[in-house]
């Protein structure tokens, strides 16, 4: 089971244990990914958001870094990988959203607010404590 870590520094962890992740671009690519899980990023995008001024190899180092991802947090699915697929023009994170921090906050916080407009205050504080907790 992989988690995923955006509220505060960006980490994976698999079944309890960090895994470990490359270089600053390496872990901007995969930020990209996990701030749109499940919609297909194309290269194009990635590219913009991992350079200012991108290199004539950008291509190249961007599918090396997926490469690299991969090696670090994947696995083989039949034929094709099971988080991290390329699609038509670019890539997409398949995950479900309860597995990164930033998506269960948000889902408390929205909890909290129905609990809050119900007047149910005591379970807007707990769902709001259990954002904190992210």
Do not use: C
């Not at 906050?105 to 259990?130: K, Q």
Request: glycine share 6%; no cysteine; proline share 4%.
């Amino acid at each position: 089971m992989l988690d995923f870590h955006v509220l505060g520094a960006l980490d994976v962890i698999r079944d309890g244990t960090r895994v470990a992740l490359g270089g600053f671009r390496q872990r901007a690519v995969l930020a990209a990914l996990i701030a749109h899980p499940n919609e297909t990023i194309p290269l194009a995008s990635l590219i913009d958001l991992v350079w200012t001024d991108p290199p004539a190899t950008a291509d190249g180092t961007l599918h090396n870094y997926i490469s690299r991802l991969r090696a670090a947090i994947d696995e083989r699915a039949k034929n094709d990988w099971r988080f991290l697929r390329r699609e038509e023009g670019g890539y997409v994170l398949r995950v479900d959203p309860d597995r990164i921090d930033a998506e269960r906050f948000t889902a408390n916080v929205s909890e909290a607010r129905r609990y809050t407009a119900d007047g149910r205050d005591e379970d807007a504080v707990a769902a709001y404590r259990a954002a904190l907790d992210e």
